[in-house]
């Protein structure tokens, strides 16, 4: 069965840095490409950044780039996302995302279980 | 980037009854659209990709239509445990991919 554990949310200072964690298993981590996407308080959904399998890609939403990087450990099943110059905007639940099964798309068929991160 | 208009932004259907999602992109996606449901504080869950397949578990009763700017999803027979939030999400052209502001499912 597939799953994506998140890790490592929490409570942090305006201009501070984070780092998110997410775990896959019941899968193949390492043949596809994973997604950042979050949920500010009370609001829709925004897609943030997304590294094609093997790290040869990476693209960002304008609202992070230059202040978040996606990465991955293939060897570990494990997705990154390292956040810095957090504003009060970046508070959100952070979610992670893939496509496994809907094969010839990119909709998100595999979610994590959500991670709050809370700028204040 | 393109730019993905839900609405209405609230819908009240009464159980047994249908329900109508209407979504438009700003420029044509194909049929490059999601549609997703999200019950509050779970993950959102990928109900229609490709503008009409439905994605895997998913009943019968929830089918998608459209294709270029206009798409529709539609719950038939509709029951309590579909109240949610639901979204969505285009992936024709991007980066950025873009979600639509959502539309909120209520009873009567």
């Known amino acids: 069965q597939v799953h994506l554990v998140q890790s490592g949310g929490g409570v942090v200072q305006p201009g501070g840095s984070l780092t998110l964690s997410c775990e896959g298993s019941g899968f193949t981590f390492s043949t596809y490409g994973m997604h950042w996407v979050r949920q500010a308080p009370g609001k829709g959904l925004e897609w943030l950044t997304f590294i094609q399998y093997d790290s040869s890609d990476r693209y960002y939403s304008d609202s992070v780039r230059g202040r978040f990087t996606i990465s991955r450990d293939n060897m570990k099943n494990m997705l990154f996302l390292q956040m810095s110059s957090l504003t009060v905007e970046d508070t959100a639940v952070y979610y992670c995302a893939s496509r496994l099964a809907a094969a010839g798309s990119d909709a998100f068929d595999a979610w994590g279980q959500g991670t709050v991160v809370s700028v204040s | 980037e393109i730019v993905m208009t839900q609405s209405p932004a609230t819908l009240s259907v009464s159980p047994g009854e249908r329900a109508t999602f209407s979504c438009r992109a700003s420029?044509?996606?194909?049929?490059?659209l999601a549609w997703y449901q999200q019950t509050p504080g779970q993950a959102p869950r990928l109900l229609i990709y490709?503008?009409?397949t439905r994605a895997t578990g998913v009943p019968d009763r929830f089918s998608g239509s459209g294709s270029g700017t206009e798409f529709t999803l539609t719950i038939s027979g509709l029951q309590s445990e579909d109240v949610a939030v639901y979204y969505c999400?285009?992936?024709?052209?991007?980066?950025?991919?873009?979600f639509g502001q959502g539309t909120r499912l209520a009873i009567k």
């Open positions: 490709g503008a009409s």
């Open positions: 999400q285009q992936y024709d052209k991007w980066p950025p991919i873009s």
């Open positions: 420029q044509s996606i194909n049929r490059h």
